[in-house]
Structures are given as C-alpha cells and as structure tokens.
C-alpha cells in the first residue's frame, strides 16, 4: 500500500499535549508492524521537504510545504538500516549512510551524486555538514571524525583531536553508539564540531588546526547525544540528564535532571525538544527554570528527531513520520 499522509485540517491539531506547547498536526505514512522502522528523518532549510530513512535501506521524500503532505518518491539508497540523513545548508543536495556506505544525492530528482564505502569493521553514527557546505563530517568506531569533500566524495582528512587514554576492565567500552556521542553538533559559524573520537565519548575540536578544545569530562555517564544552538550553547544528554555549556567559556551553565534520547533546540533557543523512547514521549524542557514544560504521547517508540523553526518532525518504531508544531 502506497505511503500517505493523514493530516488535521488547517489550523487544528489531530493531537495537543496538556500544556498546549506540543501539538501532532501530521502523520507521515502508515503504521505497521513489519518493523521497517523510521529511523533518520531531515528536513530541508527552507523547511519545505523532509526525508526519512528506513530500517530495510529505502528513503522517502516528502513534500511539506502545504497542509496535506504528499510523498514525492522512494527509492532503495543502502542494503540495510539507513543510520542518518543530513541536508545541506544549500538545500541541492542529501547525505545518507547505511552500515556499509554514505551516498550524496540530489533530493529533487533522487539522482546519486557519490556513493562512499566503508570498512565493514567501522560504525557510523551521525553525519553534518559545516555550515558553508564544504564539507561533511562523519563520527564513528574506531575512527575519529572524518571530513569529506561533498563535491569530490573524497576524504580530506580525519580530526582525532587527542588520543583518549586507553582503559581496561569492566568499565572499557566495548563499542556500540550506547557508550559515546551518536549525534554531531556542529558550531553555527563552523569553528568547532563535538563528536565521539575513537572510543573517547565526547571531545570538541577545532576544525581548522584539528586540535582539541575541550574534553568533556566529569560526567557520570558518557554523552549520547549532542546538538549545538545558534545562540552558542552545547546541549549533551547524558543517562537521563541533560547539560548544557556556554560554548564561549566551555562552563556548564545548567543541569537538568529527566530528559534521555536525541535532542534538539528550540526556535527561541529557550528550551530543548528531546525524545523519551523508553516512555514513547515527546517532551520539552525549560533551559531557563530547568524544568519539564510539556509532554506529549508519541503513540510508538521514536528513534529519529528533526527541529526546522517550530515544526518538529519525529521518525517513529512503527514506520511513520509525525510532525508536530512547537506552540511557545
């Protein structure tokens, strides 16, 4: 059955959360159970299209310029699970990488531009593109963070920022995206990108020296995942707390106990939207008074999580796509 779209009238809401902050206005796709999860989602900076990855390695691209969505194609982009997706700044062209490979393609005409293979013995997490575009980062295991030429699909070079010590025992980590920084955060003005390097959980470094500007360290838990805010803050979700750091002083300002999953800011920069898959919940969180503003039942396990100006876009276990407006 053909994917589609079950969206409330203009102006209403098929869902509103109590407080009234969180409301489900769209519903991309239907659910189902042949576990072919939703599980990368972006949407393009004009906030026009999104494109959501699956679990078997197909891509759906979704027009969501008006109040009735329509699917503009699918295509099979990777053999297996489709790890993340990233639009470029510019708007021409979407990265895409599956277990064993990242592909650059045009999302207008679905045609592939590079197609980038990978050791099998490494694990991507996330990729971002710098702010101008000219470049692609990728973080992992084992490697650091890579940066690739878009343009060319090749490797430029890898930022290892400094070696973390080597540690033996119980505690070691042993691979995986559960012990580290699955998510990339890139600076707004591209100066620094934070990523997990090598089995180091979380280092922020510079991108043009490759040095490292700070280890976040301290935590009781390693990072999981991070996103920076445009206004200079660093927000990293760690077993259930959430940080944040003023990036110009690398000080944390604040500690907020509750939120888990991905994470992203706001439009007003006031508070983070984060993912509770444990619960199926969608929440937000003051960043001011350090506390839970408002929650909304997702109605299936989020895996994905994409913020473009006050539409928040969820990529769900059951395969659908919800969309919600962020109601400030």
Same mark, same amino acid.
């Given at each position: 059955?053909?994917?589609?779209?079950?969206?409330?009238?203009?102006?209403?809401?098929?869902?509103?959360?109590?407080?009234?902050?969180?409301?489900?206005?769209?519903?991309?796709?239907?659910?189902?159970?042949?576990?072919?999860?939703?599980?990368?989602?972006?949407?393009?900076?004009?906030?026009?299209?999104?494109?959501?990855?699956?679990?078997?390695?197909?891509?759906?691209?979704?027009?969501?310029?008006?109040?009735?969505?329509?699917?503009?194609?699918?295509?099979?982009?990777?053999?297996?699970?489709?790890?993340?997706? %990233?639009?470029? /700044? $510019? @708007?021409?062209? !979407? +990265?895409? #990488?599956?277990?064993? =490979?990242?592909?650059?393609?045009?999302?207008?005409?679905?045609?592939?531009?590079?197609?980038?293979?990978?050791?099998?013995?490494?694990?991507?997490?996330?990729?971002?593109?710098?702010?101008?575009?000219?470049?692609?980062?990728?973080?992992?295991?084992?490697?650091?963070?890579?940066?690739?030429?878009?343009?060319?699909?090749?490797?430029?070079?890898?930022?290892?920022?400094?070696?973390?010590?080597?540690?033996?025992?119980?505690?070691?980590?042993?691979?995986?995206?559960?012990?580290?920084?699955?998510?990339? %955060?890139?600076? /707004? $003005? @591209?100066?620094? !990108? +934070?990523? #997990?390097?090598?089995? =180091?959980?979380?280092?922020?470094?510079?991108?043009?020296?490759?040095?490292?500007?700070?280890?976040?360290?301290?935590?009781?838990?390693?990072?999981?995942?991070?996103?920076?805010?445009?206004?200079?803050?660093?927000?990293?979700?760690?077993?259930?707390?959430?940080?944040?750091?003023?990036?110009?002083?690398?000080?944390?300002?604040?500690?907020?106990?509750?939120?888990?999953?991905?994470?992203?800011?706001?439009?007003?920069?006031?508070?983070?939207?984060?993912?509770?898959?444990?619960?199926?919940?969608?929440?937000?969180?003051?960043?001011?008074?350090?506390?839970?503003?408002?929650?909304?039942?997702?109605?299936?396990?989020?895996?994905?999580?994409?913020?473009?100006?006050?539409?928040?876009?969820?990529?769900?276990?059951?395969?659908?796509?919800?969309?919600?407006?962020?109601?400030?």
């Amino acid at each position: 059955m053909e994917p589609h779209a079950e969206a409330a009238p203009k102006g209403t809401a098929l869902a509103v959360s109590q407080g009234g902050h969180l409301a489900l206005v769209e519903v991309l796709g239907e659910a189902r159970d042949s576990r072919d999860e939703a599980c990368a989602v972006c949407v393009s900076p004009d906030g026009t299209t999104l494109v959501a990855g699956y679990e078997y390695g197909s891509l759906r691209v979704w027009d969501i310029s008006s109040g009735a969505s329509r699917l503009v194609r699918t295509f099979d982009a990777h053999s297996g699970r489709v790890v993340t997706v %990233a639009w470029s /700044p $510019d @708007g021409h062209r !979407v +990265a895409s #990488a599956g277990r064993a =490979d990242t592909v650059l393609w045009d999302p207008w005409t679905g045609r592939e531009t590079r197609r980038i293979p990978r050791k099998l013995s490494t694990k991507l997490f996330d990729l971002a593109f710098s702010p101008d575009g000219s470049s692609l980062y990728a973080t992992g295991q084992p490697i650091g963070i890579d940066v690739w030429d878009p343009a060319t699909g090749e490797r430029a070079r890898t930022l290892f920022g400094e070696p973390p010590a080597i540690r033996i025992g119980p505690k070691a980590p042993i691979g995986g995206s559960g012990h580290m920084a699955s998510q990339l %955060a890139v600076a /707004p $003005d @591209g100066s620094w !990108v +934070a990523g #997990a390097v090598g089995f =180091d959980p979380l280092q922020i470094i510079d991108t043009r020296s490759g040095r490292l500007i700070k280890r976040l360290t301290g935590l009781e838990h390693p990072a999981t995942h991070v996103t920076a805010t445009s206004n200079g803050s660093l927000l990293a979700i760690s077993e259930g707390t959430l940080h944040v750091w003023d990036t110009s002083t690398w000080e944390e300002v604040a500690s907020i106990k509750g939120p888990s999953g991905r994470v992203a800011a706001t439009e007003d920069r006031a508070s983070a939207i984060c993912t509770i898959p444990e619960a199926s919940t969608l929440t937000i969180w003051s960043l001011q008074s350090r506390t839970l503003l408002d929650e909304i039942d997702v109605g299936s396990k989020p895996l994905a999580l994409a913020v473009r100006g006050r539409a928040i876009s969820v990529g769900c276990e059951d395969g659908t796509v919800r969309r919600y407006e962020h109601r400030p």
